[in-house]
């Protein structure tokens, strides 16, 4: 796999630290559990999608761009990753935000990433729930060509084949932390929504010859149409970096049951997760996507699916920001 031939941008702090999480273990009484800390990356309070803004932005700039136009929830990591990336580039950037969430309250709608967006000067577009995004940005671009601009989309999440290149990296990355720790890892266990992290780390780690298995925790769709979201961009992701037929369709499972009533709908078990973290370990998830995969994680411990003997680890996809937001609707 050749990373090195696409265009890239150097926006994260790599690599990530791989870190054992002794008191969280020794609470749930099953395997060492390991956290890849990718809420470490730098930009903006950090988080997963800035690897994926490397390449994305990489390509941005290779084409001349200089405003920057993507999609998020209101309270989106994605966006606030964006807008800095932009900042930092000393380009423009256009949001649209979906309204996911019924019924928000106002610290939800001005608090936490939107807050951040705002202060990174991100011009910001609000949108009903439901509404046709490629359209809308594709009528968001026309705009800006209109204005004498140059713009260039990136997709919900940046997740696709370009921003996966960010978490090809990141399997690669690990698999070579294990082996400077010593470590066996037994299973890794990552959030899945827009699939372009889950999809990245299917790639990077079959295409470099390991079958350590990967758990998607869904947290925003069923389980038979996450994966196939996933799958259809592992095998897209593969091909661009030379590496076809690495993924098999067996290789992607999501377990979808601990999403709740709706994408970023708080639920007890999240609520549960995000205090454990915090009060065993001093580690800060958010309530949208690492702290409902959290939930699936440690409902896997107590249901024995992970045993003791075992090394897992889960992906720390950031977005701490977000809690801030949730501030009046979390029970501490």
Do not use: W
């Not at 066996?184 to 889950?198: E, K, M, N, P």
């Amino acid at each position: 796999m050749q990373l090195s031939k696409f265009p890239r941008v150097s926006l994260a702090h790599l690599p990530t630290p791989l870190e054992h999480m002794p008191r969280l273990s020794e609470h749930l009484g099953g395997p060492d559990i390991f956290v890849k800390r990718d809420d470490c990356t730098g930009l903006a309070t950090g988080g997963n999608k800035t690897r994926k803004l490397e390449y994305s932005m990489g390509e941005a700039v290779e084409q001349g761009a200089d405003t920057i136009i993507t999609v998020g929830a209101i309270q989106s990591n994605h966006v606030r990753q964006t807008a800095a990336a932009a900042c930092k580039l000393g380009m423009a950037c256009e949001v649209l935000l979906e309204h996911r969430i019924g019924q928000p309250s106002e610290t939800y709608t001005t608090s936490g990433n939107v807050f951040l967006d705002r202060i990174f000067g991100a011009n910001l577009r609000e949108y009903p729930g439901g509404s046709d995004f490629d359209v809308a940005m594709a009528d968001v671009a026309e705009e800006v060509r209109t204005s004498g601009g140059t713009p260039y989309i990136i997709p919900g999440g940046a997740s696709n084949t370009v921003g996966a290149l960010g978490y090809v990296g990141c399997g690669i990355e690990m698999l070579e932390q294990f082996s400077e720790q010593n470590l066996q890892i037994d299973h890794l266990v990552t959030a899945t929504g827009s699939a372009g992290t889950h999809a990245g780390l299917a790639v990077g780690l079959r295409g470099s010859g390991s079958d350590l298995p990967i758990l998607g925790i869904g947290v925003n769709a069923p389980q038979d149409v996450q994966e196939e979201r996933v799958y259809k961009l592992s095998v897209e992701t593969a091909d661009l970096v030379g590496s076809p037929g690495c993924v098999a369709r067996d290789d992607i499972f999501a377990d979808c049951n601990y999403i709740g009533s709706g994408y970023g709908e708080p639920t007890d078990s999240m609520n549960e997760a995000v205090l454990m973290l915090a009060r065993f370990e001093g580690l800060l998830f958010d309530p949208v996507y690492s702290g409902k995969a959290l939930a699936g994680m440690i409902d896997h411990v107590r249901q024995g699916r992970f045993t003791k003997g075992q090394n897992i680890v889960f992906l720390h996809t950031g977005g701490s920001a977000g809690l801030f937001a949730y501030a009046d609707t979390l029970t501490l």
